[in-house]
């Protein structure tokens, strides 16, 4: 992979950003504002509502909000009616993006992604056109920072993960949704500093881009990304020298 930058990496170090603009602070307090609807406010009873606390919590979002997202979504400070959507389409050079939506009124919204696809050169499409070229995977990112690659890939393999992949600057771990959060705990009882952790959507192959295709897909990308109602975009892309 040496000379190419995968989507997933590039949008981590966009993250820094993200959460300095004060975007991230929305998309996690939504999350957690759903999972409390759905699961309840326990997070000890609600596995979504942990994840979604933990990744608040790593974020720095406060406290009192966090527990106030929670009263929204339990009912306690009013009911927000989100409703939770899978949009899917194809970007420049034919790459597959998905997407997870939350929104309030998805005829808007459903206008206004289209429209950002049709802009930069992407489409629209059904449902199900992309999603099976993608895989639910918890991944947690570890920065080299010295570490022993194989002494890490025998502390992973053994607490349940799949696969460690080495990237530039960090090793991503690969773990089965289910045992995601047992591997992470494993890690943090070693004293191993996690920088990102999560269960996302991983591609099982990626679209190498470069010239104007490239320029084109990251300008879709950030669109998407910067879209109020988008929690996350997972795309099959990576980009040559970036």
């Known amino acids: 992979m040496s000379g190419h930058s995968k989507w997933s990496t590039i949008k981590r170090k966009k993250a820094k950003v993200d959460a300095q603009r004060g975007k991230l602070f929305t ?45 929204k979504g339990t009912g306690e400070l009013g009911a927000a009616n989100y409703e939770e959507l899978i949009y899917e389409g194809y970007g420049p050079g034919g790459v597959a993006v998905m997407m997870e939506i939350m929104t309030d009124n998805r005829n808007r919204t459903a206008g206004e992604i289209r429209h950002l696809f049709s802009r930069h050169g992407g489409n629209l499409g059904e449902a199900g056109c992309v999603s099976w070229m993608f895989s639910k995977k918890g991944v947690i990112v570890v920065e080299k920072d010295g570490l022993d690659e194989d002494e890490l890939m025998l502390t992973a393999l053994e607490a349940g993960a799949e696969d460690m992949k080495t990237e530039e600057d960090e090793f991503e771990i690969i773990t089965a949704p289910e045992d995601f959060e047992k591997v992470r705990q494993v890690l943090v009882e070693k004293g191993i500093p996690i920088a990102e952790a999560q269960v996302t959507m991983v591609p099982q192959s990626t679209v190498k881009l470069a010239g104007q295709e490239a320029e084109q897909m990251m300008r879709l990308m950030e669109a998407l990304e910067d879209h109020d109602d988008i929690q996350e975009v997972y795309a099959n892309f990576e980009l040559e020298d970036y």
């Open 27 to 71: 998309r996690l307090s939504r999350e957690i504002i759903v999972a409390a609807r759905l699961g309840g406010g326990d997070p000890d009873a609600n596995p979504r509502l942990k994840a979604a606390i933990q990744r608040a919590k790593e974020a720095n979002i406060p406290n009192e909000n966090i527990q106030r997202a929670i009263q």
